[in-house]
Structure formats: structure tokens, C-alpha cells
């Protein structure tokens, strides 16, 4: 009797509830991303050029790179190395994204020398980096919850699927 392996693994097409969650918040950190270097682009084009807006537009730019585009090279990885290569790109992205919200924070007392155009989009991409940094925050803490209550220390996306079982066919008659 011969066998047919319907699929390698088990969990193959099912998505984990902790990568549906996963993938829940990255929706929201794209969007504010965008949004944070709209703005921060939007001041750096008036040619309002401190080290804060730099700072802001190269914060933007690598959160949406390593937040957004980044976690589909996992699908490339084996679990354990895939959860420290985002949790790496997660805690630069941490650090860059506050950094960035502090220096536009501190400096929004320049801006009345030049008039109060620059004013608004200091305060709203320096909000949606604070909103940023919160939603990252999250994410942080949940990746490192999902390791360490994970059994084998996997990751965050589980166990290594089990292969599925084989399934019996009836011999081909000739």
C-alpha cells in the first residue's frame, strides 16, 4: 500500500494567534510611519534643516524599512533566528523613534523665530512618533512575553510544526 503526504507541516496555511497579532500592529506602525514622515519630509522640504528634522526623517524612514518590510524575511529563517533578527530591528527602531520624538520635542521652542508655520508640523510628527515608540513598546513586550512562555524557546511563532500524518491510498491497479 502506498502513502500521500497531503502537506509538510500541519500548521502550514493557519496563521498563530500571535502572528495575527503581530501582524495587527504592524498595520498601525505603517501607517503612522507614513504619516511621521510626511511630515518630517513636509519640514525638511521648507529647508528648515536642524539635526532634529534629519534625525526624524531618517527615523521614518528606517522604522518603515525594519517594522513593515523587514518581517517578511523571517518566512526565510528558522524560528529562533528569525525572533532576534526582528526583535534586533524592533529595539533599533525603539531607540531611533524616541530618539527622534525627543529632538523634535526639544526643539519646538525654536520654531517661533521663524513664525508659527513650522510650529503644527514639529508637534504633530513629533505626536505620531510618540505614537510610534507607544505601539513599538507593545511589540517589544509581547515578542519577549511569546519567548519566554514559549516551552522550547522557539520564538514568537511557536513550536516547530509537527509533519503531518501520512495518508493511506489504494494501490494502483494496472
Known amino acids: ?25 504592524r498595520i498601525p506602525l505603517f501607517v503612522f510611519y507614513v504619516i511621521a514622515l510626511g511630515l518630517s ?28 518590510f523587514a518581517p517578511v524575511a523571517i518566512l526565510f529563517m528558522q524560528r529562533r533566528i528569525a525572533f532576534l533578527f526582528i ?7 525603539f531607540a531611533l523613534t ?5 529632538d523634535l520635542t526639544k526643539h519646538r521652542g525654536i520654531c517661533h523665530q521663524d513664525g508659527y508655520g513650522h510650529c503644527g508640523l514639529i ?3 513629533a505626536a505620531f512618533f510618540y505614537i510610534d515608540w507607544i505601539i513599538l513598546l507593545f511589540v517589544l513586550i509581547f515578542e519577549l512575553y511569546q519567548y519566554i ?3 522550547d524557546s522557539s520564538g514568537m ?13 489504494a494501490p494502483a491497479t494496472a
Request: charged content about 15%.
Open 1 to 25: 500500500m502506498s502513502s500521500v503526504t497531503v502537506g509538510r507541516y500541519s500548521d502550514q496555511i493557519m496563521l498563530s494567534s500571535s502572528r495575527k497579532l503581530n501582524l495587527y500592529t
Open 41 to 68: 519630509g513636509r519640514l525638511r522640504a521648507m529647508h528648515w534643516t536642524i539635526a532634529a528634522v534629519n534625525l526624524g526623517v531618517a527615523a521614518a524612514t528606517i522604522g518603515l524599512v525594519f517594522t513593515c
Open 87 to 93: 526583535f534586533c530591528l524592533d529595539f533599533i527602531t
Open 98 to 102: 524616541v530618539a527622534a520624538a525627543g
Open 123 to 125: 508637534r504633530a510628527a
Open 149 to 151: 512562555t514559549d516551552s
Open 157 to 169: 511563532y511557536g513550536r516547530e510544526p509537527k509533519p503531518m500524518q501520512e495518508i493511506p491510498t
